[in-house]
């Protein structure tokens, strides 16, 4: 079983930067495929960013294409989601999530791809 534990998380003016860190345990984190998502109360979790279990290969969503930078230290068992330029629409809740099984290089896209979840972080931006 993999435990997920997220933080860093918080509130922020809009323009700010913040890190949000996830740490896994429970099982060899290089064996992970990693993938942050984020939710808004009444709306279905979206996808944010993932990267593959060697941390070659990213991939992120449109609306955070340029300021969201996804990262791993695979020696620290920790992924980390590099926010810049918060915007208020970047207030939600988010989730790290681990997937097991995939090649090296694979980045899962959806959330169904995925095997363990965290309890989520708070991000809120005020204007």
């Known amino acids: 079983q993999v435990q997920l534990v997220e933080s860093g998380g918080g509130l922020v003016q809009v323009g700010d930067s913040l890190r949000l860190s996830c740490a896994a345990s429970?099982?060899?984190?290089?064996?992970?495929?990693m993938g942050w998502f984020r939710q808004v109360p009444g709306q279905d979790r979206k996808f944010v960013a993932t990267?593959?279990?060697?941390?070659?290969?990213?991939w992120y969503a449109d609306s955070v294409k340029g300021r969201f930078t996804i990262s791993r230290d695979n020696a620290k068992n920790t992924v980390y989601l590099q926010i810049n330029s918060l915007k208020p629409e970047d207030t939600a809740t988010y989730y790290c999530?681990?997937?097991?099984?995939?090649?090296?290089?694979?980045?899962?896209?959806?959330?169904?791809?995925?095997?363990?979840w965290g309890q989520g972080t708070q991000v809120t931006v005020s204007s």
């Open positions: 990267i593959s279990r060697s941390g070659s290969n990213t």
């Open positions: 429970g099982r060899a984190f290089s064996d992970l495929a």
């Open positions: 999530a681990a997937g097991a099984g995939y090649s090296t290089e694979y980045i899962p896209q959806f959330d169904y791809l995925y095997d363990y």
